[in-house]
């Protein structure tokens, strides 16, 4: 039985701490803040409850797998998840709606050609078949294994392009490009490129310049599904959570390890805040990598041919501007789960957002409108909570101070408390902004402004964000770190690392980095 020591209790984390607890390790989770569940977040107030994280659950197998090798009990039977239909529903810049149903590509052509005309169903289905020649090209070294040490050959786009007109009208095949080229090139459509900017932008990623290969996000939503737990995505936390605890892995809140210790030239356990030393045979890091640099005394976690992350690159991820809506009147029957209101000037909001410019919403940006029929979302039938969020820059007047969103729960709240996320008192910029997504979302729901009886405003924390989920091309540019750094018995998990972020790849990432200690850094991944 060896010791492991693992920093921050994010869902990548706890997911190696229960495979290694299953492994037969003695496993401990030290975590600063006062809860667990990293970017998982919750915010309640006079009954209402809103998830401030990821709103979704795309992928479940693979917290259906880590629940099934972790235990006799599936997942289903300790969370209650049901599939999201419609997916989404979409109102674009020119006033077209169009509702797409979950994990249906004959669905989705049907709907996008009744509501955007003839033909752009089938141009919709013909990219969603070549993205998915990118996902079998890439699902294995992405997300089944742990990063190959000549990573250098994901630096090739996967995606295949179709072939372009050179000189004279010969064909040409298209040489690799940026997402936004491909909606250009394939989809000429502005409704159709503005549906799959969107997945790009949700992720972090700038259509500009993010490969071809982010095709494969509405590819993996579109065919794998949308699901939604009862009481939200932090009950897939408190589950996580619960199941590291029946495994014996032990928690510590509010324990910030200052420094990784070394000894013979490995790691060999964690310094705490208050002086304190916990000895370990591994240490597993689930933070980022700037402050698993500073945890090494400055060292580099990576050595000079591995995969490394920029030294800005945290400053550079978009994160969420996020309005909590307490609303008088009941939820319609037949209302989306989630819509998506795009932006007037799709070019003015990546400017905005990606932009060097003072990080502020433009004036009518995309807003994703969340509203969940769950009992536990709400006092009574007679209200309902709506979650509203945009992409924003994390610099800048939405910025909120770099503690806020770590989810410390209020000082008579326990760690299962997902609840003690604080809303901001809002400065003139946020409540400008909170009133554009609020006029933005009223193209969801008619007559909002009316039906709020308080609303909370969640800024984006100073700082940046989690980054999305590696994908091949543009020369290893979206690659993430490997889990196994230069250090022995140093490992490291979670969205800043191999496969990069996501809920369903910080689950890969736990089950990648478990089975690297369990089997041995040779491992190369379950056939």
């Known amino acids: 039985m060896a010791r492991i020591a693992v920093i921050g209790a994010g869902m990548g984390a706890m997911a190696a701490a229960a495979r290694l607890a299953v ?53 289903e039977s300790v969370l209650e998840l049901s599939q999201v239909d419609p997916a989404a529903r979409h109102v674009f810049a020119d006033g077209t709606a169009v509702s797409l149903p979950n994990a249906s590509r004959a669905g989705v052509l049907a709907a996008l050609d009744g509501a955007l005309g003839a033909g752009a169903g089938e141009r919709w289905s013909d990219f969603l078949g070549r993205a998915r020649e990118a996902w079998d090209r890439t699902r294995r070294p992405l997300l089944e294994e742990p990063l190959w040490p000549d990573w250098q050959v994901l630096g090739r786009d996967p995606y295949p392009a179709l072939p372009k007109r050179g000189l004279f009208g010969r064909r040409r095949p298209a040489t690799d490009g940026t997402l936004a080229e491909v909606a250009r090139r394939e989809l000429k459509d502005p409704r159709l490129t503005a549906l799959l900017e969107s997945y ?99 060292a580099e976690p990576w050595g000079a041919d591995d995969v490394r992350p920029a030294a800005d690159e945290r400053r550079r991820v978009p994160g969420r501007f996020t309005v909590a809506l307490a609303l008088r009147g009941p939820r319609p029957a037949d209302a989306a789960h989630r819509t998506v209101v795009h932006a007037a000037d799709p070019a003015a909001e990546l400017a905005a957002v990606f932009g060097a410019g003072p990080g502020t919403l433009c004036d009518r940006p995309t807003v994703t409108v969340l509203r969940p029929d769950d009992p536990a979302s709400r006092p009574d039938d007679d209200h309902e909570a709506v979650t509203l969020s945009a992409a924003a820059a994390p610099y800048g007047d939405l910025a909120g101070p770099s503690t806020a969103g770590t989810g410390a729960p209020a000082a008579t709240a326990g760690p299962r408390s997902g609840g003690g996320e604080a809303a901001v008192e809002e400065t003139a910029a946020q ?80 089950a990648l980095v478990a089975g690297l200690i369990v089997n041995g850094d040779d491992w190369r991944g379950s056939q």
């Open 200 to 298: 790009a932008v949700a992720y972090g990623f700038d259509p500009r310049t993010a490969p071809a290969s982010a095709a494969i996000l509405p590819y993996m939503e579109q065919t794998f599904g949308s699901w939604y737990p009862r009481g939200g995505i932090r009950a897939l936390a408190d589950a996580l959570y619960e199941r590291c605890r029946a495994r014996k892995v032990e928690f510590a809140f509010g324990a910030e390890v200052t420094r990784i210790v070394e000894a013979d030239g490995r790691a060999a356990g964690v310094e705490l805040r208050d002086g304190s030393c916990a000895e370990a045979d591994t240490v597993v890091a689930g933070i980022a990598p700037d402050r698993l640099t500073a945890l090494l005394k400055g």
């Open 23 to 75: 492994a037969g390790h003695r496993v401990a989770v030290y975590e600063r803040d006062g809860t667990y569940g990293g970017a998982v977040r919750r915010f309640e107030r006079a009954g209402f409850g809103f998830d401030t994280g990821p709103g979704l659950l795309h992928l479940p197998a693979v917290y259906r797998d880590l629940f099934v090798k972790t235990g006799r009990e599936p997942l």
């Open 431 to 510: 409540a400008a902004a909170a009133d554009r997504l609020i006029e933005a979302a009223g193209a969801a729901i008619p007559g909002l402004r009316e039906r709020v009886l308080w609303r909370a405003v969640l800024p984006p924390a100073e700082g940046g964000s989690v980054p999305g989920p590696a994908l091949a091309g543009a020369g290893g540019r979206f690659l993430r770190p490997a889990n196994r750094t230069r250090i022995p018995g140093l490992y490291a998990v979670g969205g800043w690392t191999h496969p990069g972020g996501g809920l369903a790849h910080a689950g890969m990432s736990g």
